[in-house]
Structure formats: structure tokens, C-alpha cells
């Protein structure tokens, strides 16, 4: 079944650590993002790519990173969090088009001592 | 600049009554406009989506939403709520970051017994 994955699901860490927030699609999609949301607020679109070797930030500036080795993999990385970064991480894909719905994974609940 | 906007953070209904979930929209050339519903700590579901033809457009769970030009809104409907449509709900456009989506802020949804 065609899905998107993000693992880990809740991430309780302390300051200065570093962390990747895996993402994964099966659905071949190109276009892959992630976003961050405080718990029932609006999203903010931190990161996109349009396919393999391309990386983009997002409308809302962030000291994370990411990568795009793979068309189905998108890893987030933060090289030393902070309790700033506590929030909800949202990976999503579509295909490429501008009518395209994105779908979305489970998302990653980070917490940052 | 384009942009969806959710006049309402909050929207309270009766189970069995019809409810209404606004969204306005200002957006250049063809206005493709989604909606989404977020259940707690999970990912956005789509739940439908307007490219062009009928303005009436009919999604998952009973959902339908209509799209007016001339009033630039694209409302999410509903004729009969349920305790379970409870959610958080996000009206999209165009306009994000790799060709991708602008979000609104997000509406609350209650739905009373």
C-alpha cells in the first residue's frame, strides 16, 4: 500500500543533541516537504524538494537540514537542538503539478530538553 | 501576495445540525483550493479539492465544499455533523514554496452531543 512514514514518532531529547526525523514515501512522488506546526496552529513549510539532489528552503527560516539521496527518502537533520525547536514536524509529497494534493505523514512530535 | 484566509479559529455545532467551515481566498490566475482535516497528533488527511468545472465539489466523509468567485470563498460543508468530525480543520491554495500549497491558519471544529 502506498504510503508516507516518519519515524520517530514522539522524540523526547536534550539540549545540544543531534537528531534526524526520518521521512518516507512509496508512492514514487517527486515533490516531497516538511513543514512545522506548534500543537493545533497553522503550518509552516520549512523544507521542499523537487526530486533527487534538489533542496529548497521553506517560507519559515530554520537551522535544521535536509537531504534527498533517494526520490523516497527526505531525512531532516539538526546538528544541535534546542528547546526553540520543540514542535510538530510534518513531512508531505505530491506529484509534480499544481493541482496535485500533498499527502501527509503521522508526524514527528519533538521535544527538546 | 496569494493567500487562503479562516475567518473563524473556532466553530461550535450541534451533532445532527449542518455545519460550515469558511475559507476566503485571494489568488491570481486558476485558483486550485483544498481542504484538509488534522485529528490529533496525526498528519493532515485531504479530504477534497477544486481545479475547475462544477463549483460543487464532494469529498471524503460526507464532506462537500462550494466554490464562488465572486465572493472568493470555497466554504467546506457538511449537512448532518457527527462527534467524530471533530478535528482541525485547514483550508490550501496556491502559493507555497516548490509549487506547492499556502495554508490557512486552521479551524477548530466542535461538535456538540
Known amino acids: 500500500e502506498a504510503d508516507i512514514y516518519q519515524t520517530p514518532r514522539y522524540l523526547v531529547i536534550g539540549t545540544g543533541k543531534k537528531i534526524t526525523l526520518e521521512c518516507s514515501q512509496t508512492?514514487?512522488?517527486?515533490?516531497m516537504y516538511w513543514y512545522q506546526q506548534d500543537p493545533g496552529m497553522e503550518l509552516h513549510l520549512i523544507h521542499y524538494?523537487?526530486?533527487?539532489?534538489?533542496?529548497e528552503k521553506g517560507d519559515l527560516s530554520s537551522e535544521s537540514t535536509v537531504s534527498r539521496i533517494r526520490t523516497e527518502h527526505f531525512p531532516l537533520t539538526l546538528e544541535s537542538a534546542r528547546p526553540s525547536h520543540t514542535s510538530q514536524y510534518l513531512c508531505?509529497?505530491?506529484?509534480?503539478?499544481?493541482?496535485?494534493?500533498?499527502?501527509f505523514g503521522p508526524g514527528t512530535r519533538l521535544t527538546v530538553l | 501576495a496569494q493567500s487562503v484566509a479562516q475567518p473563524e479559529d473556532q466553530v461550535n455545532v450541534a451533532e445532527g445540525n449542518p455545519l460550515t467551515v469558511k475559507c476566503t481566498y485571494s489568488?491570481?490566475?486558476?485558483?486550485?483550493l483544498f481542504w484538509y482535516v488534522q485529528y490529533p497528533n496525526r498528519g493532515l488527511q485531504f479530504l477534497l479539492k477544486?481545479?475547475?468545472?462544477?463549483?460543487l465539489v464532494k469529498g471524503s466523509y460526507g464532506f462537500e465544499a462550494e466554490f464562488n468567485k465572486s465572493q472568493t470563498s470555497f466554504h467546506l460543508k457538511k449537512p448532518s455533523a457527527l462527534v467524530s468530525d471533530s478535528a482541525l480543520y485547514f483550508c490550501?491554495?496556491?502559493?507555497?514554496?516548490?509549487?506547492?500549497?499556502?495554508f490557512g491558519k486552521g479551524t477548530h471544529l466542535i461538535i456538540q452531543p
Open positions: 489568488v491570481s490566475g486558476n485558483p486550485y
Open positions: 490550501a491554495g496556491p502559493g507555497g514554496g516548490a509549487d506547492g500549497l499556502t
Open positions: 508512492m514514487g512522488h517527486d515533490k
Open positions: 477544486y481545479i475547475t468545472g462544477d463549483n
Open positions: 524538494s523537487y526530486g533527487v539532489n534538489s533542496t
Open positions: 508531505a509529497s505530491s506529484e509534480i503539478g499544481l493541482s496535485n494534493e500533498q499527502f
